[in-house]
């Protein structure tokens, strides 16, 4: 279909990623005439590509909490550290870690972590309901995350954190290292080094981009138009009226513009630059992470039950034909390259733990930009300056978690013709 058409949409969503798509879905049902636009040939292809697979509400703590300034400064020269700031001249990164100090403090992290958690619970009882209702397949998994711990410091204050959890809804049982054993005998050789774990039955796992692809299938057949290979490049919009009136696009084809009467604006890392000159601040910054998948068939020793690696903040999703492994992060802007020593690092992590979990030297490697915020708390709302535009985006480490949650809640707020001003 020509990216020109010269419909009016109720909504254009910028952005097919998890949280575009998930948007989307609920606008449709919502009864709304929805056009998604990306500049990707189809959906999650960029962030929602080959994430942890990871729904975790139990991995609500955020980065910022009060024990990550200190680990920070330990990781600050070491290569392989699980976070990793690569100073830049740009502004945009020191005023984003100057905010994530402040997240840091203890009432705020506390603060955060119950604003995620409860969203995290409402998201995985949205995406029960798609399931259940589209009968779509990803890879899904419903046994639970594991979160284990090697230092027993760290495991004793992973307590405060369920405590806090369990009060806003998400179940997390502790258990030591025979429990451990038993929900996940893969671990049987190593048992020896784990002091314990907290163990979250009711989360999930599963291929973000294979739910993506399919939900906007499910979108397309529900009537929602899907605009790919267009590069949105500005807004027209009239700063007297407080609105958006169209949004200006480059396709190959050459330029156009697409009419809605509201937008919603979920571009990942690139919300924060393609708002700034409308005035519109986000404090959205790339952190950029890895995945390995380590393909298998038969018989193998890999983990089923998806596994959180405290000690190297590396998460673990079993996606029926391979293992993926994710974790780290850098702050060094929007390069996308890969860096060999830090896919080598998670290889290895891997290999020591489950030596048998597949075929190693057949993984293949990838990086993403996660949209992070200094709280982990995304932004899900109306902007002041332009009342018919809206943002859901800034979803961190937990975009997948988070997707069907947000998305049905910017649907809501639009349905109602008001929400909180995000930005
Ligand atoms: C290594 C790693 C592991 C992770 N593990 C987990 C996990 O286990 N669990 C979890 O919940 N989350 C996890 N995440 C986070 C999660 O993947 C992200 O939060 C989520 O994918 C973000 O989705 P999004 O839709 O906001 O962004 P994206 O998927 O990046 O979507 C944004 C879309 O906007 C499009 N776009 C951008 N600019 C333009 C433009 N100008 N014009 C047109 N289109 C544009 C892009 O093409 C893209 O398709 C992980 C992330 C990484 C990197």
Same mark, same amino acid.
């Given at each position: 279909?020509?990216?020109?058409?010269?419909?009016?949409?109720?909504?254009?969503?910028?952005?097919?990623?998890?949280?575009?798509?998930?948007? +989307?879905?609920?606008?449709?049902?919502?009864?709304?005439?929805?056009?998604?636009?990306?500049?990707?040939?189809?959906?999650?292809?960029?962030?929602? /590509?080959?994430?942890?697979?990871?729904?975790?509400?139990?991995?609500?703590?955020?980065?910022?909490?009060?024990?990550?300034?200190?680990?920070?400064?330990?990781?600050?020269?070491?290569?392989?550290?699980?976070?990793? /700031?690569?100073?830049?001249?740009?502004?945009?990164?020191?005023?984003?870690? +100057?905010?994530?100090?402040?997240?840091?403090?203890?009432?705020?992290?506390?603060?955060?972590?119950?604003?995620?958690?409860?969203?995290?619970?409402?998201?995985?009882?949205?995406?029960?309901?798609?399931?259940?209702?589209?009968?779509?397949?990803?890879?899904?998994?419903?046994?639970?995350?594991?979160?284990?711990?090697?230092?027993?410091?760290?495991?004793?204050?992973?307590?405060?954190?369920?405590?806090?959890?369990?009060?806003?809804?998400?179940?997390?049982?502790?258990?030591?290292?025979?429990?451990?054993?038993?929900?996940?005998?893969?671990?049987?050789?190593?048992?020896?080094?784990?002091?314990?774990?907290?163990?979250?039955?009711?989360?999930?796992?599963?291929?973000?981009?294979?739910?993506?692809?399919?939900?906007?299938?499910?979108?397309?057949?529900?009537?929602?138009?899907?605009?790919?290979?267009?590069?949105?490049? +500005?807004?027209?919009?009239?700063?007297?009226?407080?609105?958006?009136?169209?949004?200006?696009?480059?396709?190959?084809?050459?330029?156009?513009?697409?009419?809605?009467?509201?937008?919603?604006?979920?571009?990942?890392?690139?919300?924060?630059? /393609?708002?700034?000159?409308?005035?519109?601040?986000?404090?959205?910054?790339?952190?950029?992470?890895?995945?390995?998948?380590?393909?298998?068939?038969?018989?193998?020793?890999?983990?089923?039950?998806?596994?959180?690696?405290?000690?190297?903040?590396?998460?673990?999703?079993?996606?029926?034909?391979?293992?993926?492994?994710?974790?780290?992060?850098?702050?060094?802007?929007?390069?996308?390259?890969?860096?060999?020593?830090?896919?080598?690092?998670?290889?290895?992590?891997?290999?020591?733990?489950?030596?048998?979990?597949?075929?190693?030297?057949?993984?293949?490697?990838?990086?993403?930009?996660?949209?992070?915020?200094?709280?982990?708390?995304?932004?899900?709302?109306?902007?002041?300056?332009?009342?018919?535009?809206?943002?859901?985006?800034?979803?961190?480490?937990?975009?997948?978690?988070?997707?069907?949650?947000?998305?049905?809640?910017?649907?809501?707020?639009?349905?109602?013709?008001?929400?909180?001003?995000?930005?």
């Amino acid at each position: 279909m020509s990216p020109f058409t010269s419909k009016n949409f109720d909504v254009v969503v910028l952005g097919a990623g998890v949280i575009g798509v998930s948007a +989307a879905y609920w606008l449709a049902r919502s009864g709304k005439s929805v056009c998604v636009v990306d500049r990707q040939p189809d959906a999650a292809l960029e962030t929602s /590509f080959a994430n942890g697979g990871q729904i975790s509400a139990s991995h609500a703590e955020p980065w910022a909490n009060p024990s990550a300034p200190s680990k920070v400064l330990k990781w600050l020269f070491d290569d392989d550290a699980p976070l990793l /700031f690569r100073p830049k001249l740009d502004v945009h990164q020191w005023m984003w870690i +100057a905010r994530f100090l402040v997240e840091c403090l203890p009432q705020r992290a506390d603060r955060n972590t119950a604003e995620i958690v409860k969203l995290a619970v409402e998201s995985r009882t949205r995406l029960r309901e798609i399931r259940a209702r589209e009968g779509i397949h990803y890879d899904e998994r419903t046994k639970g995350i594991l979160h284990f711990y090697r230092d027993r410091d760290e495991f004793e204050s992973a307590r405060h954190a369920a405590e806090l959890m369990k009060k806003y809804g998400c179940e997390l049982r502790i258990v030591d290292a025979d429990e451990v054993v038993k929900i996940e005998p893969a671990f049987e050789e190593k048992k020896r080094e784990i002091v314990g774990a907290t163990y979250s039955i009711d989360d999930e796992s599963g291929d973000a981009k294979k739910f993506t692809q399919a939900l906007a299938a499910v979108c397309g057949r529900m009537g929602v138009v899907f605009l790919y290979g267009a590069q949105v490049v +500005a807004f027209d919009a009239d700063c007297e009226a407080s609105n958006v009136r169209s949004v200006e696009l480059r396709t190959p084809q050459g330029y156009g513009s697409i009419k809605a009467r509201d937008v919603v604006v979920s571009l990942g890392s690139y919300s924060a630059p /393609f708002l700034r000159p409308y005035g519109i601040s986000l404090a959205v910054y790339p952190a950029k992470g890895y995945s390995v998948t380590i393909p298998f068939n038969g018989a193998n020793g890999a983990p089923a039950v998806s596994l959180t690696d405290d000690q190297y903040k590396l998460v673990y999703s079993n996606l029926g034909d391979s293992l993926r492994v994710a974790g780290t992060a850098e702050l060094a802007g929007y390069d996308l390259a890969l860096n060999h020593s830090r896919c080598q690092a998670i290889l290895r992590n891997v290999q020591a733990l489950f030596p048998r979990a597949g075929k190693f030297e057949a993984a293949s490697f990838w990086a993403g930009l996660r949209p992070a915020t200094p709280s982990n708390i995304p932004y899900v709302g109306r902007t002041r300056r332009y009342r018919n535009l809206w943002i859901n985006t800034g979803h961190g480490t937990l975009g997948w978690t988070l997707a069907a949650g947000s998305g049905k809640r910017i649907a809501d707020m639009i349905g109602a013709g008001e929400g909180a001003d995000v930005a």
